[in-house]
């Protein structure tokens, strides 16, 4: 049974930085690619970031290019978000989600490639 379960989210201040995390369990997580979503109230989920399987490649929304870094620890069966200068326009709930296909050649930024979800953290920055 695939369990994502995500974490580090919480209230802070524009400009502060925030590392979410990602643990995953119930299926080989080195041969898949993952991403972080987020989904703002009233809004639809949206694509943030994206890492192959090998975690050589990634892929950024343009809103959070240069502000976000997504990485993986394959060992530890982890997935991460740094999210740097965060803005109010962040604040959303911040899915983790495991791609449906392995070994993928190329990271997808199409949620309807993701078929594993975790349950999601929120993550409010305050003006």
């Known amino acids: 049974q695939v369990l994502l379960v995500e974490s580090g989210g919480g209230l802070v201040q524009t400009g502060a930085s925030v590392r979410l995390s990602c643990a995953a369990s119930?299926?080989?997580?080195?041969?898949?690619?993952m991403a972080w979503f987020r989904q703002a109230p009233g809004k639809e989920r949206e694509f943030v970031a994206a890492?192959?399987?090998?975690?050589?490649?990634?892929k950024y929304a343009d809103s959070v290019k240069d502000r976000f870094t997504i990485s993986r620890d394959n060992a530890g069966n982890t997935l991460y978000l740094q999210m740097n200068s965060l803005k109010p326009e962040d604040t959303s709930v911040y899915y983790c989600a495991a791609d449906r296909h392995v070994h993928r050649f190329m990271p997808s930024t199409a949620i309807g490639d993701f078929n594993s979800w975790g349950q999601g953290t929120p993550v409010t920055v305050s003006s």
């Open positions: 119930g299926f080989h997580f080195d041969m898949y690619d």
């Open positions: 890492i192959s399987w090998s975690g050589t490649q990634t």
